[in-house]
C-alpha cells in the first residue's frame, strides 16, 4: 500500500478536488495496487475555515506537519505529497522541512521564486477574473469568475458551480485568509535543489493563472523532466483528471520499478 497527501490551493479545500480521487483510485486499482489518499486543508478553508491564515508557505507548512507525521506512523511508510498551485508550495515545503516522512513530491501548476518573474506567476490576462473574485459581494459570482479562469472543460457548467457554491457556502472562507494566502505565495522561495529523489513537475500549456514556463524553469532549475498537458487549464484534475492519474501511476511506477500488465 502507498499513502497519498493531497492539497489544494489558493482558497480551495479538499472538495475542489472533485472526481479526481476516485478516478486516481481506479487507475491504481486496476493495475493491482493498494492507494490511500489523504487530504488536508489549508487554515482557512474546507474543514480548517475557522482558523487563521499564515502569510507564509513555512508557517502553513507547520501547520500540516503533524498530519504528516501522523499517516508515517499509521502506515510505517513515507508518504507521497501532492500538491495543486499552492498546495505544491506547501507540499514543497513539507518535503524540505521533514525528507524523512516523505517519499516523493508531485507539484501541479505550481510557482515560485526565484525562478519564474511575477507576471508568469500570476499572468495579467487573470487578473480582471481575480479581482472580481476577491471583491464582489455574491458568493455565486466569485466562485463564477474563479471558475472561469480555472478551467478550460467546465468554465460554463451550471452544476459545478453550484457545487463549488455549495462548498463555499458549508465552509465559508475569509477574504483575509485568501490575502495572506496570497502574500505566503507571491513571497515562497525555491529551494536551491530540490527536496527528494523522487519529484514530478505537471503542468498545462492553457493555464490562464499561472503560465506553464513556471514549472518548465522549475524543472530547468532542479535539472529534472517535467510533464506537460497541452490543453488543460489550470485546474488540470478538474479538466483531465484520466491523463493526471495515468501519469502519476507511471510516476510511482518508476520509484518502485513496479512492472504493470500491458492494457
Keep these: 500500500m502507498i499513502t497519498i497527501l ?21 487507475a491504481f486499482k486496476e493495475q493491482k495496487i493498494t492507494v490511500n489518499l489523504a487530504f488536508e486543508d489549508l487554515p482557512g478553508f474546507g474543514t480548517r475555515y475557522q482558523q487563521n491564515s499564515p502569510s507564509s508557505i513555512e508557517k502553513i507548512a507547520e501547520l500540516l506537519v503533524p498530519t504528516l507525521a501522523k499517516l508515517n506512523n499509521e502506515t510505517g511508510q513515507k508518504i507521497h505529497l501532492l500538491g495543486i498551485s499552492m498546495g505544491g508550495m506547501v507540499a514543497l515545503e513539507l518535503a524540505r522541512r521533514c525528507p524523512e516522512f516523505c517519499e516523493s ?63 463555499r457556502e458549508n465552509y465559508p472562507p475569509s477574504r483575509k485568509a485568501a490575502l495572506n494566502q496570497i502574500v505566503a505565495a507571491s513571497q515562497y522561495l525555491a529551494p536551491i535543489k530540490k527536496p527528494l529523489a523522487q519529484v514530478c513537475l505537471i503542468a498545462s500549456k492553457r493555464d490562464l493563472i499561472a503560465s506553464h514556463h513556471c514549472t518548465q524553469n522549475l524543472a530547468k532549475y532542479w535539472g529534472i523532466e517535467y510533464y506537460l498537458h497541452p490543453e488543460a487549464g489550470h485546474d488540470i484534475a478538474l479538466d483531465e483528471p484520466e491523463w493526471l492519474a495515468d501519469n502519476l501511476l507511471h510516476f510511482v511506477q518508476n520509484i518502485y520499478s513496479i512492472s504493470f500488465p500491458t492494457i
Aim: no cysteine.
Design 6 to 26: 493531497l492539497i489544494r490551493g489558493l482558497s480551495r479545500q479538499q472538495g475542489h478536488w472533485g472526481e479526481f480521487p476516485a478516478i486516481l483510485r481506479q
Design 105 to 167: 513530491l508531485v507539484m501541479i501548476n505550481s510557482s515560485v521564486k526565484p525562478v519564474s518573474r511575477f507576471y508568469q506567476r500570476l499572468q495579467s490576462r487573470a487578473y480582471p477574473a481575480f479581482l472580481k473574485a476577491f471583491i464582489h459581494p455574491s458568493m455565486r459570482e466569485s466562485e463564477r469568475q474563479i471558475l472561469k479562469i480555472s478551467t478550460e472543460k467546465y468554465a460554463q457548467d451550471a452544476r459545478l458551480l453550484d457545487y463549488w457554491l455549495y462548498l
